[in-house]
């Protein structure tokens, strides 16, 4: 197994919390600002549903269009008008809205799929990062003992002062790695921040890099990026509902009387009137043709996603067993051949038996086993991450 030194030093950087994955996704699927967005998309479809049928204002008039020679005073009629359309598209509207609140329902089921697996990749990926820190801070404090053994060998003239110099530049070097490191922790970190949505530094559960597990996805549900696109379909289904009313006579109808102010012998009377679209037909029927061809094309595109969904879940699978096949050489012997590589190194070298520069080569064979292994272990969660969010895990 990879030996590991204590991970103290990273969390002293700025005294981060710690915190496990299963908790992080929770704080996400609660915090993250989308699900807002998201939540006020849905109380806004909602209005738009209520606000669906909509009624023109009504209109007062007063008119006087009855004056003659002979009477001048002619008829005052002073009333109210009103205008509604074609009963049919109130509920086409209406239908069409509701199918817009569906989406923004339907998207929330997208949203928490895709966050999911970005605090999954992020978190994994600074675990990752945290222990190539620790693989790196170990390999510094041999280099820091064998500086220190050779210095006593040169002093004692056993050893010439170019291993003491080889030693300092390597320490050098690896603090340099270190910090290059945990730049990269902190923009994992800035990233965990934004998706879960607080202002706090935090770490993955201190220890070993641990190995994830693909999980099998429930075959007769849609996945939320296919449930999606299936609503586009039916907004534009419903869409073609509402350009088809739009086509039909809108009726106004007006109401009149002169009792409003008392008037003897009073003339009261209505009208109705019943616009038909006789004239631009054609573009009617344009609109209509317009909205069908725009549900074919969202059918097209909900056969195109499900192609590529399958397409990218088949890659990930293969990517999965790909990195579990290399992986399992690394955990059945890799791993172990490293720390006997270095356990024998440094023996060596004690003994007198193998020069400094056999004993960096041996060193850097075995950390480059050791750094391979939490290589591919991050190819492997990463891949598994992936997986998972095909099958809306």
């Known amino acids: 197994m990879l030996i590991l030194l204590s991970l103290g030093n990273v969390v002293a950087v700025r005294g981060q919390e710690r915190i496990a994955i299963e908790e992080a996704i929770r704080i996400a699927l609660t915090n993250n600002r989308q699900f807002r967005v998201n939540e006020a998309e849905i109380e806004s479809a909602g209005y738009h549903v ?109 050893a010439a002062a170019l291993d003491q110099i080889a030693a300092g530049a390597k320490m050098k070097e690896l603090q340099a790695f270190i910090g290059q490191n945990r730049k990269d922790m902190t923009i994992r970190q800035q990233q965990l921040m934004m998706l879960l949505n607080r202002n706090e530094w935090l770490l993955p559960l201190a220890g070993p890099l641990k190995k994830m597990e693909p999980e099998e996805g429930d075959e007769a549900a849609a996945h939320p990026l296919l449930s ?65 061809a725009e549900k074919e094309a969202q059918e097209e595109m909900l056969a195109w996603q499900l192609q590529q969904l399958e397409t990218e879940k088949a890659a990930s699978v293969s990517e999965v067993l790909k990195n579990a096949e290399l992986l399992g050489f690394y955990e059945s012997s890799g ?23 056999e004993l960096s080569q041996f060193l850097g064979q075995a950390i480059e086993i050791r750094q391979n292994y939490l290589d591919v272990l991050n190819r492997y969660n990463q891949s598994v991450i992936q997986l998972n969010y095909f099958h809306n895990r």
């Open 228 to 292: 999606l696109q299936q609503q586009n379909v039916q907004i534009a289904s419903s869409n073609i509902a509402v350009q088809r009313n739009t086509n039909k006579p809108e009726l106004s109808g007006r109401f009149f009387t002169q009792r409003l102010w008392g008037a003897s012998d009073p003339f009261t009377g209505f009208s109705v009137t019943a616009a038909i679209p006789l004239i631009g037909t054609g573009a009617y029927r344009s609109k209509v043709r317009a909205a069908t």
């Open 335 to 357: 791993l172990q051949q490293a720390s006997e590589i270095i356990t024998a190194a440094r023996l060596s070298y004690s003994a007198g038996d193998i020069s400094f520069a």
């Open 50 to 158: 209520r606000a669906a049928g909509e009624i023109p204002k009504t209109g007062l008039f007063a008119e006087n269009e009855d004056l003659r020679p002979s009477d001048r005073a002619g008829i005052l009629k002073i009333g109210v008008s009103q205008s509604v359309a074609w009963p049919g598209l109130y509920a086409a509207r209406k239908s069409y809205f509701r199918e817009l609140e569906k989406y923004a329902r339907i998207n929330t089921d997208r949203l928490g799929a895709i966050v999911r697996k970005d605090v999954r990749m992020a978190y994994y990926q600074l675990w990752y990062l945290q222990e190539k820190e620790a693989l790196l801070q170990q390999l510094s404090d041999i280099y820091s003992d064998l500086l220190k053994a050779a210095g006593l060998r040169v002093k004692t003239g056993e």
